[in-house]
């Protein structure tokens, strides 16, 4: 048989993720200078200042090797936020850390993952890559969680579940006490991965984010990233408190360095620029409500959000007002891809951007209705 032939079917069957479009593309096709990208969730204000210096600082230090393990970033994150040393992973965003526990804890061929439909493709696409079925739940009218389904949809072989809280792409969340009743009703060998990458722009906050609280249940993983509030996502960073067997196992088989030396400075000053998280939150919860009430009154369906998203289902048609938006140079995200083509997805953005987005939409949706 010819080498080429010889690729695994997974490979070979492998489509691959579908990300956000960029806006030097959007520039170049349109010719355009002005360019707004409200598609991927990414922080609205920037890279936190303090993170930017750092990056600076550290610039000269590019020739070294990181420390394995990423030590200080540990520490850093233990002590931001109440976690032990022993039950944190960092990762090159938290892709990374989904495709290790999905690695470490799934045996190809045999194991399944059980996730809502529709959910983040990523937990899909490196299930497939693992060798791995994936087990699907609807979600409950509304885009809710129909938590029932999900205990239904596992079986003996389930190594995985996971639940993204607040969800993406509706923005629909639940509280702490339902995401630890649930990890106690899924099978004792089935470990719940809770994504909490948007947690931060719920409120309030502590009702929601089961960070602190995995000692309450021994199947619990927390995921969380600095692509969105922290405002990192160009550096990859990401993070997962989980049970300490688990988070040895992860140290053990990760790739040495794939956490970069930039980016690990760039997270503890990130960390620490207190101020920057404060702009950031007011920025996107008064833009949210915004955004919530404007495109509501133009007569939209529109979801209610505990992310810096907001989805809604325009009373015109979703391809035509999306491909219309970018024809002006405005990016948001079309949501085909999770199989809604009828719904739109628009990150929260400064408050000129999501002033240019409404007055653009109202413009359209006068024209195309
Ligand atoms: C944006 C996002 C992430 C973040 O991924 P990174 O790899 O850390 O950039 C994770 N999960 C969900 C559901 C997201 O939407």
């Known amino acids: 048989m010819p080498v080429r032939r ?5 490979v070979l069957e492998f489509t691959p993720y579908a990300p956000g479009l960029s806006i030097d593309e959007i520039r170049r096709k349109y010719g355009l200078t002005n360019v707004i990208k409200m598609a991927s969730n990414e922080n609205p204000l920037g890279a936190p200042p303090l993170a930017q210096k750092a990056i600076q600082a550290a610039a000269a230090l590019a020739f070294r090797y990181p420390q394995a393990g990423n030590p200080r970033l540990i520490r850093a994150l233990s002590q931001a936020h109440g976690v032990a040393e022993n039950r944190l992973a960092a990762g090159n965003g938290s892709d990374e850390i989904i495709d290790l526990i999905l690695r470490i804890k799934a045996r190809p061929g045999r194991d399944n993952i059980v996730a809502f439909t529709p959910c983040f493709s990523i937990y899909a696409l490196q299930a497939r890559l693992c060798g791995l079925t994936l087990r699907r739940a609807p979600l409950a009218p509304g885009f809710s969680f129909d938590l029932d389904a999900l205990v239904a949809a596992c079986d003996e072989n389930t190594a995985v579940v996971f639940l993204t809280n607040p969800d993406n792409p509706s923005g629909y969340a639940i509280k702490a006490g339902e995401v630890l009743a649930l990890a106690r009703k899924l099978p004792r060998h089935a470990l719940l991965v809770v994504d909490e990458a948007y947690i931060e722009f719920a409120e309030p906050y502590e009702e929601y984010s089961v960070l602190t609280r995995l000692a309450e249940a021994d199947n619990l993983a927390v995921l969380r990233t600095f692509s969105k509030l922290y405002g990192l996502a160009g550096l990859r960073l990401g993070f997962s408190a989980m049970p300490a067997w688990l988070a040895d196992y992860v140290a053990r088989v990760k790739l040495p360095f794939s956490v970069n030396l930039l980016a690990e400075e760039a997270g503890i000053a990130a ?5 920057f998280k ?18 509501a009154a133009m007569g939209f369906a529109v979801f209610p959000s505990q992310a810096n998203f907001v989805m809604f289902k325009p009373s015109v048609d979703a391809g035509e007002l999306f491909s219309r938006l970018l024809a002006r140079g405005i990016i948001i995200r079309p949501l085909k891809s999770y199989g809604l083509p009828e719904y739109l997805r628009v990150s929260v953005g400064s408050p000129e951007e999501n002033a240019a987005f409404l007055t653009a939409v109202r413009e359209l949706a006068r024209e195309l209705g």
Do not use: N
Not at 6 to 10: G, L
Not at 271 to 275: F, G, K, N, R, V
Not at 278 to 295: Q, Y
């Open 6 to 10: 010889t690729v695994r079917d997974e």
């Open 271 to 275: 960390l620490e620029d207190a101020p």
């Open 278 to 295: 404060e702009k950031t939150l007011e920025t996107v919860r008064a833009g949210r409500a915004l955004l919530t009430r404007e495109l």
